[in-house]
């Protein structure tokens, strides 16, 4: 158990529709991030938070957002849903954006799998 | 563009015998490096890193080689057990910690 929660664990939907997708990070962790796993692209980084700040973007659909609330947990929004989008998607957290020190590293959830109809 | 390659999809090794698992990577800018250990349906499991200053870092049965000049570095486990079958995946690390992960090698340890 990494400490980093998700849910939905399964979710099923129809194509055009809107999902949110929940995470809670480590004790204490003030990094989130969001990472797609897709048969055909592999594992992607999506966007990144810092105590409730965007710090650093990736492959993320204008379709995509993302917040981190005051309580640190985060929400990934999907909308206009495409077949496409079916994939594993992962929160994980680190307790520091930046340098890693001994014992200090990112902390993979179990992911949400987003199923698209 | 792939950043980070693992060019090997899947390795199938003895029981007690070592697992080498390799990656090369392009962008001169990752200073650090880590790899995943990733059951289906699961997250990936966080196994050993390394900074770019060193060249080796251990952890028990677990060893992370690092060539800076190659671009490329090596996971070796010794023994390999059959626990250890999974999917290793190889990250990379820019600013802010984001992560360009590799394809992954499916390692398979035979008993």
């Known amino acids: 158990d990494s400490g980093v929660t998700q849910t939905p664990k399964h979710l099923i939907t129809a194509t055009g529709q809107r999902v949110t997708l929940r995470c809670s990070p480590r004790?204490?962790?003030?990094?989130v991030y969001w990472y797609q796993q897709s048969l055909d692209q592999g594992l992607q980084f999506l966007i990144q938070?810092?105590?409730?700040?965007?710090?650093a973007k990736g492959n993320i659909l204008e379709r995509f957002s993302a917040q981190q609330f005051p309580d640190l947990h985060s929400e990934l929004n999907l909308s206009s849903l495409e077949l496409g989008d079916s994939a594993l998607y992962f929160c994980?957290?680190?307790?520091?954006?930046?340098?890693?020190?001994?014992?200090?590293?990112?902390?993979f959830g179990e992911g949400s799998w987003l199923t698209v109809v | 563009d792939q950043q980070v390659k693992q060019n090997s999809p899947s390795l199938s090794v003895q029981e007690g015998r070592i697992s080498i698992l390799n990656c090369d990577y392009t962008?001169?800018?990752?200073?650090?490096f880590l790899w995943y250990k990733k059951y289906p349906a699961e997250g990936p499991t966080f196994l050993i890193s390394?900074?770019?200053?060193?060249d080796k870092n251990e952890d028990g049965r677990f060893t992370v080689f690092l060539n800076k000049s190659a671009k490329h570095l090596s996971l070796h486990i010794v023994p390999s057990q059959p626990g250890d079958s999974a999917v290793y995946f190889c990250?990379?690390?820019?600013?802010?910690?984001?992560?360009?992960f590799g394809s992954g090698t499916q390692l398979t340890v035979l008993p």
């Open positions: 994980a957290s680190s307790e520091s954006p930046t340098g890693f020190t001994s014992g200090n590293t990112i902390y």
């Open positions: 004790s204490g962790d003030l990094s």
């Open positions: 938070y810092y105590n409730g700040e965007e710090r």
């Open positions: 962008n001169s800018m990752f200073d650090y």
């Open positions: 390394i900074s770019s200053i060193k």
């Open positions: 990250a990379a690390s820019g600013a802010w910690r984001q992560l360009t």
